[in-house]
């Protein structure tokens, strides 16, 4: 006989599938095109894009289709963005959301955008260039250096670190 410790837990009840294909219904992208494209805007207008940056993060579709996408997600009008400009868009909002955690300040977040960079992921450009490059490949690689950061992979320690004591074998707790 297996002891407890060992023992699988009870078999769960199946949730909402988070892979299935219902997510690139088209209502469901009708859901979160209006709001995702209002949230990419402030953040747009918060780091400052030309409207040719904005442009090349979404894609590059026609100037006149960018204003139509613009005045209907303000108007709060029905809006079906295709599954990569919901990509592009959702790289983006994970971009703010790790410099929101790895910088104390906004102006910190978007000087770290515009700065050169030394990992070779930038190739000594600022990070803006690579989130405006006009790929998706741009964005996510942003975005899974940014995430590496948050686990401590790849940056150097910033000025909250600065007066960070180091741990010890005597700060870890297993219990």
Do not use: K
Not at 11 to 39: N, Q, V, W
């Amino acid at each position: 006989m297996a002891s407890a410790a060992l023992q699988l837990p009870m078999a769960l009840e199946p949730g909402p599938a988070l892979i299935g294909p219902e997510r690139f219904s088209p209502e469901h992208r009708r859901r979160l095109s209006g709001p995702g494209l209002r949230t990419f805007l402030t953040i747009a207008d918060l780091w400052g894009l030309t409207e040719d940056q904005r442009r090349m993060i979404l894609g590059v579709p026609p100037r006149s289709t960018f204003h139509g996408w613009v005045r209907i997600a303000r108007t709060h009008g029905a809006l079906r963005l295709d599954l990569d400009t919901l990509l592009r868009i959702s790289a983006v909002l994970g971009v703010h959301q790790a410099l929101g955690v790895l910088f104390a300040t906004e102006p910190e977040a978007i000087t770290w955008l515009r700065t050169p960079h030394a990992a070779p992921v930038f190739g000594g450009q600022p990070p803006l260039a690579l989130l405006t490059c006009g790929t998706q490949d741009g964005l996510l690689s942003v975005r899974r250096f940014l995430d590496a950061a948050r686990g401590g992979l790849y940056m150097p320690p910033n000025s909250l670190d600065a007066d960070a004591a180091a741990l010890t074998d005597a700060d870890i707790v297993l219990s």
